[in-house]
């Protein structure tokens, strides 16, 4: 390409401070280095994470910053080493890298790459996709089939995967069985899907919006509830529901209430109950110890469980068969420049999924 090997001056959406709104700005990306990826993105989904960043809830998180870490591109050059794609191809960019090389890598039961631990190279999640054009290593890029459409796929990149894994990988939701989801975003909603594809016979979807429960019903919830219209607390409404809580709950949603909540409104014996809202940084929670002593299992998931790299491609190949449909969680398609717009649908309540287009 005309533009390998030389910097390109892009649009970006940098974040200067918490608070403030995105500004878009031309930016310098310099050629990959070694082991690098450049990607020109096409599309990008904004994701409840980056609003975190922008409220000030890390603390390690340094501004200036580019956001951005649900998106999908094209290679547009490689540096020296890289085999595993080529300029040309379509990808997704991982913000959840897997470098087949650490422990947990080649553990097949997780997915937290380590790499995760050490120093990003780049500014957010490894990826920063609300920007024309990122570097990222070859170990956080997958490639995927050229027939998926980029501003439907991108949402794989985090919000569908995180979701519908959370229900298939890491609860290992059984047929017949029952699930209470909190919070119905593009990451609760993915859960409800999750959840219905693994065969559970009653979906229970909880949230304060109640705009929410129509598109949570017809993706497969079965009863939707809204704790502000209950006399008693949400977990003692989900016990009497189903006689002894759900056998799976989850939390997506990121507050010390509703995951004590979730964590009790699972049985106490076998109930498995999931994190995925990401806290505010500085938050601890206290909970009686008795909640777990009898049996029940609290686990975290991170994007899903997905070895990101090997699963990716299968994710898109699955979406491209009709497997799933998560084209249902965009609500909105804007021009790259509304990025501000997208942030103001989603606080409000008012989008599921905006995709923003390059
Ligand atoms: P979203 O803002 O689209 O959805 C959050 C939903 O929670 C909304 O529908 C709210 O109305 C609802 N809600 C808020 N407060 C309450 C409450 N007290 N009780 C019930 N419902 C409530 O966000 P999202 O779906 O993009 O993300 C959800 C969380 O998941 C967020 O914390 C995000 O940072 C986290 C996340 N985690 C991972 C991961 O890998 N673990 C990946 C992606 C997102
Ligand atoms: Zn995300
Ligand atoms: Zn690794």
């Known amino acids: ?17 918490a608070g403030h709104p995105l500004s878009i700005e031309e930016v310098e990306v310099a050629p990959p280095k070694a082991g690098e990826v450049r990607i020109k993105i096409v599309a990008t989904g ?22 951005g870490h649900e998106g999908a591109g094209i290679v547009e050059s490689v540096g020296e080493g890289v085999t595993s794609v080529k300029p040309g191809d379509k990808v997704i960019p991982l913000c959840l890298p897997q470098c087949g090389e650490c422990s947990f890598c080649l553990n097949p039961e997780s997915n937290y ?29 997958a490639k995927i089939d050229p027939a998926a459409p980029l501003d439907k796929i991108c949402l794989l990149g985090c919000g ?49 919006n109640k705009d929410k429960f129509a598109k949570a019903k017809e993706l497969g919830a079965t009863d939707c509830i809204n704790p502000r ?22 939390e997506a949603i990121g507050l010390k209430e509703t995951m004590i909540a979730a964590l009790a409104s699972c049985n106490m014996s076998t109930g498995i109950c999931v994190m995925i809202g990401v806290p505010n940084s500085a938050s601890e929670i206290s909970l009686d110890p008795m909640l777990l002593l ?54 409000a309540g008012k989008s599921i999924r905006s995709v923003l287009l390059f």
């Open 113 to 141: 790459c380590l790499k995760c631990q050490g120093k990003q190279i780049h500014h957010f999640l490894w990826v920063s996709t609300f920007a024309e054009y990122t570097v990222v290593p070859e170990y956080a890029v």
């Open 46 to 67: 904004i994701c409840h994470t980056d609003e975190h960043v922008l409220k000030g809830c890390f603390p390690n998180v340094e501004f200036p910053v580019i956001l």
């Open 1 to 17: 390409m005309a533009t390998s090997g030389k910097v390109i001056r892009c649009r970006a959406a940098v974040a200067w401070a």
């Open 160 to 208: 569908f995967s995180t979701g519908y894994g959370a229900a298939v990988n890491t609860a290992k939701v059984k047929p017949g069985s029952t699930c209470a989801i909190f919070g119905l975003g593009g990451v609760g909603l993915s859960v409800v899907m999750g959840c219905k594809a693994a065969g559970a016979s009653r979906i229970i979807a909880v949230d304060i």
């Open 229 to 250: 219209d209950c006399q008693k607390p949400i977990q003692e409404v989900l016990t009497e529901m189903t006689g002894q809580g759900v056998d799976y709950s989850f």
């Open 294 to 347: 009898t049996g029940r299992a609290w686990k975290g998931s991170t994007l899903g469980g997905w070895k990101t790299r090997d699963c990716m491609p299968k994710l898109v190949s699955s979406y491209l068969e009709k497997e799933f449909n998560s084209d249902l969680l965009i609500t909105h398609t804007l021009p790259f420049a509304k990025v501000n717009e997208g942030f103001e649908l989603l606080r």
